[in-house]
T-cell receptor, first 114, second 114 residues
């Protein structure tokens, strides 16, 4: 699975958009980009994933560059409850022993301030 | 529908003691995993299972055993606890939907080994 690089920390004003970048320059064609977040010391929570098209759900938007070497997670209107560590993970798909493995880095600590 | 449950929530062990961390899911998912998270770090995969009777090692398997006799349960056994195993342990599960899946995490077990 490709490795990812994220900034250690970011902050954002409440109500503004939070844009969290992730570099994954070694991503291969069959690998998806996943985002999870971890609030305090709770279990990580799935946010969104994508392959090459931009994706949007009720929580966030995911923008993937055309060469797929980087992506940005966008929280359109950050709230104090979005303060968390955000993990960008790249992994392949398909049956077999690699399915189920998620490799977490240290992620980005996002702090939303009032 | 409880999702993923873990017991106990907290545990203190003395060096050399053994114990089993319990994980159960009621989502009928094939795939289950155990992660550990040390302070300030991301999650690291210990063991995982792709179905009943099938397990495999992750990044940091030493000192831990697992078995998967049923779809619902995936216990993690510490054979002889060491202070280096002080950590928060998360169990996760997901289904088999090809490339599109998300992992569901339990609330974690906080283990201290003295």
């Amino acid at each position: 699975d490709a490795k990812t690089t994220q900034p250690t920390s970011m902050d954002c004003a409440e109500g503004r958009a939070a844009n969290l970048p992730c570099n994954h320059s070694t991503i291969s064609g069959n690998e998806y980009v996943y985002w999870y977040r971890q609030i305090h010391s709770q279990g990580p929570q799935y946010i969104i994933h994508g392959l090459k098209n931009n994706e949007t759900n009720e929580m966030a938007s995911l923008i993937i560059t055309e060469d797929r070497k980087s992506s940005t997670l966008i929280l359109p209107h950050a709230t104090l409850r979005d303060t968390a560590v955000y993990y960008c993970i790249v992994r392949g798909f398909g049956r077999g022993s690699t399915l189920g493995r998620l490799y977490f880095g240290r992620g980005t600590q996002l702090t939303v301030w009032p | 529908n409880a999702g993923v449950t873990q017991t106990p929530k907290f545990q203190v062990l003395k060096t050399g003691q053994s114990m089993t961390l319990q994980c159960a899911q009621d989502m009928n998912h094939e795939y289950m995993s155990w992660y550990r998270q040390d302070p300030g770090m991301g999650l690291r995969l210990i063991h995982y299972s792709v179905g009943a009777g099938i397990t495999d090692q992750g990044e940091v398997p030493n000192g831990y055993n697992v078995s998967r006799s049923t779809t619902e349960d995936f216990p993690l056994r510490l054979l002889s606890a060491a202070p280096s195993q002080t950590s928060v342990y998360f169990c996760a599960t997901h289904g088999d939907r090809g490339a599109d899946y998300e992992q569901y995490f339990g609330p974690g077990t906080r283990l201290t080994v003295t």
